[in-house]
């Protein structure tokens, strides 16, 4: 199909400021880190999606996060560790095609709410490229901000790396490339604004981080974490 082909086209056109040499040394980092990677992403990064009020009603809507707590970190750690193997991310490769199928995942469930009356007037488009923007704020920066209270050790160059990886990220999950910095300074700054005008959680919102956190406490391997 025309518009599929399309897609794929645009997918595998790689910005001309990604440096895969770069992103192996901010994977390898994450590697090295890996169970504070798994702290750090779980309680520091995984509630911050959810502070969208839009994002919070699509979840709140499909009952996913009550129905389902380990489904779904299974489904978000796919890609939030797959793509510390960062040569993956390259066209073809696994962590692109994973990128891929959330990109097809997120039209399906935004064409679904559209269909069942979604307010666009009041809220917008669900689940918009605003909206997944805040990637590299979330998974960027602010990931690198928990892991250094966790006790992680890394270099300008691994941080710079590990940022560039979500960077490129968010760009394969459909942001335009005008929404994204093309060096970590210009990132700094769509960061705040993106932050400050689209993130300020709601009732919806503190209820479905709540029904995360009382997941995540029925967990064998989170369990003995005080909530």
């Not at 968010?170 to 970590?184: R, S």
């Not at 700094?188 to 932050?195: K, S, T």
């Amino acid at each position: 199909h025309p518009a599929s082909q399309a897609l794929l086209t645009e997918m595998s056109c790689v910005p001309d400021w990604v440096d895969f040499d770069v992103m192996r040394l901010g994977g390898a980092m994450a590697q090295r880190h890996f169970p504070m990677l798994i702290l750090a992403l779980t309680y520091g990064c995984m509630p911050l999606t959810f502070a969208n009020p839009d994002a919070a009603v699509v979840f709140a809507r499909t009952g996913r996060m009550e129905a389902n707590i380990s489904r779904r970190l299974n489904e978000s750690g796919t890609l939030f560790f797959g793509v510390c193997n960062s040569d993956d991310l390259a066209p073809g490769r696994s962590m692109w095609a994973a990128c891929v199928q959330v990109r097809l995942i997120h039209a399906m469930v935004r064409m679904h709410l559209l269909d069942k009356g979604w307010d666009v007037a009041r809220r917008g488009i669900p689940i918009s490229q605003l909206a997944t923007a805040a990637g590299p704020a979330f998974f960027g920066t602010h990931l690198l901000t928990c892991l250094r209270r966790l006790g992680a050790k890394f270099s300008d160059d691994e941080a710079r790396g590990h940022c560039m990886i979500w960077r490129h990220v968010t760009c394969l999950l459909g942001v335009p490339q005008a929404l994204i910095g093309k060096t970590q300074t210009q990132q700094d700054e769509f960061d705040r604004y993106i932050a400050s005008s689209f993130f300020a959680p709601d009732e919806t919102a503190r209820s479905v981080m709540a029904a995360l956190i009382e997941g995540l406490c029925t967990l064998p391997p989170t369990a003995r974490m005080p909530r």
